[in-house]
């Protein structure tokens, strides 16, 4: 017997942002993110950052990409692709993270290159963390951060959360950042 798997995904609009449901379409600039310095913080610091050249940043694509999707199927939430309004590029991720090794679900936020500095991560952050509530039932999340990750430890305090801890991920040290209850 064969089982049909689906789960809505739903798209979340802002002025500028379409957050939108990871397309294999997408593959390309995932890849062009997993093959840059960018990705290091990634996964508690175990991103390909082009070690492995081409076919390891096009392989971590694909893993990242399936891994977002199933996580939408597994857990009902995930993260989105933020693509561009005005243009269709794809900027970036963000979104809702709880994999079984987490605590708690997390906010997490990557911006490709040539869309940093751009207010992108904190719009679409924002965006998602407002919809965590209402969509998901998610309030008062977390986020992991790399402690040498200036940008993100700056982007969590625009956003508001504050520094809870010092804690390790996936045998790497990171800070947890605890984000404010919105309204539903």
């Not at 990705?39 to 390891?56: H, K, N, W």
């Not at 970036?92 to 090794?101: H, I, Q």
């Not at 990557?110 to 039932?137: C, M, T």
Request: aromatic share 10%.
């Amino acid at each position: 017997m064969m089982t049909t798997l689906s789960v809505d995904i739903p798209v979340i609009e802002t002025e500028r942002l379409i957050l939108r449901e990871p397309r294999e379409a997408d593959l390309p600039a995932v890849a062009g993110f997993y093959a840059s310095e960018r990705s290091v913080f990634v996964g508690g610091g175990s991103a390909v950052v082009g070690r492995d050249g081409p076919r390891g940043a096009d392989w971590a694509a694909w893993r990242g990409t399936s891994s977002a999707l199933g996580h939408w199927l597994l857990r009902g939430y995930g993260s989105w692709t933020i693509e561009l309004r005005a243009t269709g590029q794809v900027a970036g991720r963000a979104g809702f993270l709880n994999p079984t090794v987490w605590s708690e679900p997390e906010l997490g936020w990557q911006v490709y290159e040539g869309f940093e500095g751009q207010g992108i991560a904190y719009e679409a952050a924002l965006a998602a963390r407002a919809a965590g509530p209402r969509l998901f039932g998610l309030n008062g999340v977390i986020s992991h951060i790399d402690p040498a990750n200036a940008r993100s430890i700056r982007l969590a305090e625009r956003l508001g959360a504050t520094f809870e801890r010092n804690a390790e991920l996936l045998g790497k040290p990171c800070q947890i950042w605890r984000h404010p209850e919105v309204q539903a």
